[in-house]
């Protein structure tokens, strides 16, 4: 059973930093694009940013760049998502998600087959 788990949510002050982890069991992951995304109540499921299979290419969305890094580690089939300077407006439910093998980055929830359970992170002000 394939499942990805996401780890390292919680509260933080604004200005603060919290590193989010997404591990991958029952099958690797290696040459599969993955992706975070958020949601906020009330409000869409939205691309924060994603990592190819190879960990060169990380696109991030405008409201998150300089702030966020993800990375990689193919050999524990591990996803992480640095995030630093946190905001406010960054509460929401984060999302790891992988998508199919060989294919590209994906930059919406329809481009994933596999969708982690999700992890609050809550920035107070």
């Known amino acids: 059973q394939v499942q990805l788990v996401e780890s390292g949510g919680g509260l933080v002050q604004a200005g603060g930093s919290l590193r989010l982890s997404c591990a991958a069991t029952?099958?690797?992951?290696?040459?599969?694009?993955m992706g975070w995304f958020r949601q906020a109540p009330g409000k869409e499921r939205e691309f924060v940013g994603a990592?190819?299979?190879?960990?060169?290419?990380?696109p991030y969305a405008d409201s998150v760049k300089g702030r966020f890094t993800i990375s990689r580690d193919n050999a524990k089939n591990t996803v992480y998502l640095q995030m630093n300077s946190l905001k406010p407006e960054d509460t929401a439910v984060y999302y790891c998600?992988?998508?199919?093998?060989?294919?590209?980055?994906?930059?919406?929830?329809?481009?994933?087959?596999?969708w982690g359970q999700g992890t609050q992170v809550t920035v107070s002000s």
């Open positions: 990592i190819n299979w190879s960990g060169r290419d990380t």
């Open positions: 029952g099958r690797t992951f290696s040459g599969s694009a």
């Open positions: 998600a992988a998508g199919p093998a060989g294919y590209g980055l994906g930059y919406w929830p329809r481009n994933y087959d596999y």
